[in-house]
């Protein structure tokens, strides 16, 4: 696919999805969203792509809906924006981390915590804006927000819709890890190249599911989970490399099998 409204590349097992509209703060159009879900549909079919990156360029991350598209929304009676739902960012098997370089607001805000792991720059600009526009927790925003914050967290951050900082977001537990401005696209690519490069993709995959999947199970629920892929790893090609590799003193070559 021809991207116009966001970049993508793949090195060293990473595929980096750079959101593209930098004079408006990488904000969010329809072309926008069809070119992203089908970003990650090829770095998911990608056998050479082992982690995602989401990041923007420029100034922002995602500075949110695009006055254009709020004002398509209000025009056809809102109709549209109840269909969608970026939960299906929780299915996508590899690793998704959201390099937060720059303003994270509103659908960005949402957006960035569907990822599995956030890193923010440390003047990074985050808001869930949303009551300041007249709106509500969008897109499931209510669900993840607190499972990842807390409850009170969760309710200062949407009732006052304030700004606050990368610094502030890792303080609330929003964010991974921070780094400096100047170091931050560097260090962020060399978080990701980590995981794809020394750890099994087959265990990063079954453990995203096997934690997503406990938000909602006993833990009766997960430790039997646990024990059936744990049976499942002991016969894989990556449980062999694994010890292999440790054991001769070298670098894994993990097949993801």
């Known amino acids: 696919m021809n991207y116009t409204e966001i970049l993508y590349d793949v090195k060293n097992g990473v595929a980096r999805i750079t959101l593209n509209r930098p004079d408006r703060l990488n904000a969010w159009t329809r072309v926008m969203e069809e070119e992203f879900s089908s970003a990650i549909g090829a770095a998911e079919a990608d056998e050479a792509v082992r982690?995602?990156?989401v990041t923007g360029a420029g100034r922002g991350f995602c500075a949110g809906a695009d006055m254009s598209l709020l004002s398509g929304i209000?025009?056809?009676?809102?109709?549209?924006?109840?269909?969608r739902d970026y939960s299906w960012l929780l299915q996508v098997g590899k690793p998704v981390i959201a390099a937060v370089n720059g303003h994270?607001?509103?659908?960005g805000f949402v957006i960035a915590l569907y990822c599995d792991v956030r890193l923010a720059a440390d003047t990074a600009k985050f808001s869930t804006i949303f009551a300041k526009r007249g709106?509500?927790?969008?897109?499931?925003?209510?669900?993840t927000l607190p499972r990842i914050a807390s409850v009170g967290k969760a309710l200062d951050l949407l009732l006052t819709a304030r700004m606050f900082d990368g610094n502030e977001a890792?303080?609330?537990g929003l964010v991974e890890h921070v780094f400096p401005e100047a170091e931050f696209a560097?260090?962020?690519i060399a978080y990701s190249e980590d995981i794809a490069q020394n750890v099994?993709?087959?265990?990063?995959?079954?453990?995203?599911?096997?934690?997503?999947?406990a938000l909602d199970q006993p833990l009766s629920g997960a430790v039997t989970f646990a024990h059936k892929e744990m049976v499942k790893s002991l016969q894989c090609e990556d449980f062999k490399e694994g010890v292999?590799?440790?054991l001769e003193k070298r670098q894994a070559k993990f097949t993801g099998r």
Not at 104 to 107: D, E, S, T
């Open 135 to 143: 709106l509500i927790a969008e897109y499931g925003l209510a669900w």
């Open 200 to 213: 099994s993709p087959r265990s990063t995959r079954v453990m995203k599911a096997q934690v997503y999947a």
């Open 186 to 188: 560097m260090r962020a």
């Open 244 to 246: 292999a590799h440790f």
């Open 51 to 53: 982690v995602i990156m």
């Open 170 to 172: 890792a303080r609330l």
């Open 104 to 107: 994270c607001v509103g659908l």
């Open 74 to 83: 209000i025009e056809e009676g809102g109709a549209s924006v109840l269909q």
